[in-house]
């Protein structure tokens, strides 16, 4: 059975500008995939060329084991989109909002009316459902414009941002509920600036930058590249000083972040991590403290990128 979405080389360009260069992965029935990356590094672009918004300029986009632009029609009743720009009316209640969208979806009137009471009962929305979206909190718009996507039954939901913006409490109601759709079977590509949720909610995690794939891979094999267990923080006098001139700590460390106070350093190759403390404290600076944590997954995006999530 294939996956439900398979991107293989796809390849963008705007004029002299190479906005995603090669990007491929798939994600199979009941995953979240997260995809992070950076402003500006291609996600955007990505999403808009598996939903058909962009036709790329090289490689292909498989919904169900077919190419997107052979029955675009077949590809979009597979495919549901919550854009991270709300898609509402503001002056239309939900109800009407999450009506309008099923019709467009291909329901009829009843049809989308029985679904939209679904959806707004699943969402803990039905006694807000008669009221205008103009007066809805931040959550509960980002909940209906989630919804508006549910409405045909997608096997194949693209999340752009969905929490974007929102109280923590109304970010835990909708990260629950798109955790229960995965398990229901609904493949779900997730992107997001907040590192922390897809820690918690991607089975796997697909980290782009200047249009190229990065890396990917569950959260321990991301981990993994930073050397397992083998990362460590440094406290002290780090101002001013050179670690590249350091005798042999290049060989032996690889610099992930650095401020005036702390320098965050993983090992290289697989070494003893008693022994990597003894270097460390031993540095020609004045150390105030040396431990060793497991890696993140910040740690991981800033090792691959150079940059914050949100740069």
């Known amino acids: 059975m294939p996956p439900l979405l398979h991107v293989s080389r796809l390849a963008k360009s705007f004029g002299a500008v190479r906005a995603v260069d090669g990007v491929g992965f798939a994600i199979e029935p009941g995953e979240i995939y997260g995809l992070l990356g950076p402003n500006g590094a291609g996600k955007t672009t990505t999403i808009s060329m598996i939903c058909g918004l962009l036709r790329p300029d090289a490689g292909e986009v498989l919904v169900e084991g077919t190419n997107f632009w052979e029955d675009p029609a077949r590809a979009k009743r597979v495919l549901g989109v919550a854009p991270q720009e709300l898609a509402l009316y503001e002056e239309l209640s939900g109800r009407e909002n999450l009506e309008f969208w099923g019709r467009l979806g291909g329901l009829t009137r009843p049809q989308a009316r029985e679904r939209a009471g679904e959806i707004l009962s699943a969402l803990s929305l039905l006694e807000r459902a008669k009221d205008p979206v103009?007066?809805?909190?931040?959550?509960?718009?980002?909940?209906?414009?989630?919804?508006?996507?549910?409405?045909?039954?997608?096997?194949?939901?693209?999340?752009?941002?969905?929490?974007?913006?929102?109280?923590?409490?109304?970010?835990?109601?909708?990260?629950?509920?798109i955790r229960a759709l995965g398990r229901d079977g609904t493949a779900i590509l997730y992107t997001t600036h907040y590192l922390e949720e897809a820690e918690g909610l991607c089975r796997r995690i697909g980290i782009i930058d200047h249009g190229r794939l990065l890396a990917e891979g569950t959260l321990a094999e991301l981990q993994q590249r930073l050397g397992g267990d083998r990362l460590f923080v440094v406290e002290g006098a780090l101002e001013g000083s050179q670690p590249d001139q350091w005798p042999g700590f290049t060989d032996k460390f690889r610099i992930l972040q650095r401020t005036d106070r702390q320098m965050v350093a993983a090992a290289i190759g697989d070494r003893d991590p008693a022994r990597c403390l003894q270097e460390l404290l031993a540095l020609p600076v004045r150390v105030e403290n040396v431990t060793l944590k497991r890696p993140s997954l910040s740690d991981v995006f800033l090792q691959l990128t150079g940059r914050d999530l949100r740069e």
């Open 134 to 177: 103009g007066r809805y909190s931040g959550g509960m718009k980002r909940r209906v414009n989630l919804g508006a996507a549910l409405m045909h039954r997608p096997r194949l939901l693209l999340l752009d941002e969905p929490t974007v913006g929102i109280d923590p409490q109304a970010r835990a109601n909708i990260l629950d509920f």
